[in-house]
């Protein structure tokens, strides 16, 4: 059996964590989409050359990918694919045909609101009032904790 999970990214450690929790306690296999929320560009120049893989590319950072191949390697057998979503509106019913486009079986959330970069935004209130069943989990004991420090969870064998 296979299942399609949905974490919100904002390219930090914490939806590294999520992946490493969901990956840690599955029973099945998982198809993972972190999906990136962010406006639509004001310029009318930015939208003739609008490109979401460029987006994403801008995104993600080199830590980032890396962290997404460390939680593969270690988890081959759970985790299949892992891919980015990129999604730009802020509606209930827009995320809802999203989730049935790409097929989303649950939608992972930290308790702790995720950061916010520049033009994105977080979805997880949209998440939490749409027809997608969704998951939070506690990362509280991670939040005070400096950022290298977080990264060596990613090594931690057990969640």
Do not use: W
């Not at 079986?105 to 930290?110: C, G, H, S, T, V």
């Amino acid at each position: 059996m296979r299942k399609t999970i949905l974490i919100p990214t904002d390219f930090t450690i914490t939806p590294l964590l999520l992946l490493k929790h969901v990956a840690a306690t599955s029973a099945v296999e998982l198809d993972v989409i972190f999906l990136y929320c962010t406006s639509l560009p004001d310029s009318i120049t930015d939208l003739l050359f609008y490109s979401p893989k460029k987006i994403i590319e801008a995104a993600v950072t080199t830590a980032f990918s890396e962290g997404c191949a460390v939680i593969q390697n270690k988890y081959p057998e759970k985790i299949q694919s892992i891919r980015f979503e990129l999604f730009h509106a802020r509606s209930v019913d827009a995320f809802q045909i999203m989730a049935e486009m790409n097929g989303i079986d649950e939608a992972i959330l930290a308790h702790t609101p995720a950061a916010s970069r520049k033009q994105s935004f977080d979805p997880a209130p949209i998440i939490r009032k749409s027809a997608v069943p969704f998951r939070e989990v506690d990362l509280e004991s991670h939040a005070y904790a400096p950022e290298r420090d977080l990264l060596t969870e990613l090594f931690v064998s057990a969640v």
